[in-house]
């Protein structure tokens, strides 16, 4: 089993910075993508960032020059760096990962959500 924990979210006003962190464990060959996601009240989930396992990264619009993405292999463990933060970045944040699992039967891949960490941002 697979469990990604996630924290550093939190209260914040306008203008500040969080740093979310996400964590995999349990039976893991190897991490694919990694990836945050957003889910604001009565809103769908919306992709923030992701990256791949060799690196690069990938934004949405809204977050673009404000939030980076990084990843460090060795720990399987995600972050986002979120700066500037506007009352609109406030949601609860989800971490997502494509987590392959390898036995002696072979090798597939399952994606995997963590539970959510709440950002709030005050104005």
């Known amino acids: 089993q697979v469990q990604l924990v996630e924290s550093g979210g939190g209260l914040v006003q306008a203008g500040g910075s969080l740093r979310l962190s996400c964590a995999a464990s349990?039976?893991?060959?190897?991490?694919?993508?990694m990836a945050w996601y957003r889910q604001a009240p009565g809103k769908q989930r919306d992709m923030v960032a992701t990256?791949?396992?060799?690196?690069?990264?990938n934004y949405a619009d809204s977050v673009k020059g404000r939030f980076t993405i990084s990843r460090d292999n060795a720990k399987n463990t995600v972050y986002l760096q979120m700066n500037s933060l506007k009352p609109e970045d406030t949601a609860v944040y989800y971490c997502h990962a494509d987590i392959r699992h390898c036995s002696f039967y072979g090798c597939y891949s399952n994606n995997y959500w963590g539970q959510g960490t709440q950002v709030t941002v005050s104005s």
């Open positions: 990256i791949t396992s060799g690196g690069s990264t």
């Open positions: 349990g039976s893991i060959f190897s991490i694919n993508a």
